[in-house]
């Protein structure tokens, strides 16, 4: 079974940044995405971003995009996102997911335990 390890997030004024990371205990075999996705108070899990082990395509949600960068150190098996000019909406719990493809819940194999972002007007 692969663990997921989240880390970062917290509380932010709008405008500002957060990071967050996520690590891996293992690639296995059929993973080929890392992901990261959102649930907002009231409303259903959403894709975020994602990118792809070996060629690090990535991939955003309207929401995020030119806002969020998704990267992957596979060394560290870590994924990490990058969150600037935070609105009040982002406020979420923010899951990292690992898959056989990104930012598609139907194909999430394992769950991050979520981490907490909470962006004040």
């Known amino acids: 079974r692969v663990e997921l390890v989240e880390s970062g997030g917290g509380s932010v004024q709008a405008g500002g940044s957060l990071n967050l990371s996520c690590t891996a205990s293992?690639?296995?075999?059929?993973?080929?995405?890392m992901s990261w996705f959102r649930q907002r108070p009231g409303k259903e899990r959403e894709a975020v971003a994602g990118i792809y082990i070996t060629s690090k395509i990535v991939d955003y949600s309207d929401s995020v995009k030119d806002r969020f960068t998704i990267s992957l150190d596979n060394a560290k098996k870590t994924v990490y996102l990058q969150m600037t000019s935070l609105k009040a909406d982002d406020t979420a719990m923010y899951y990292c997911?690992?898959?056989?493809?990104?930012?598609?819940?139907?194909?999430?194999?394992?769950w991050g335990q979520g981490t907490q972002v909470t962006v004040s007007p």
């Open positions: 293992e690639y296995s075999a059929h993973l080929y995405c």
């Open positions: 997911a690992a898959g056989a493809h990104c930012r598609q819940r139907e194909y999430v194999d394992y």
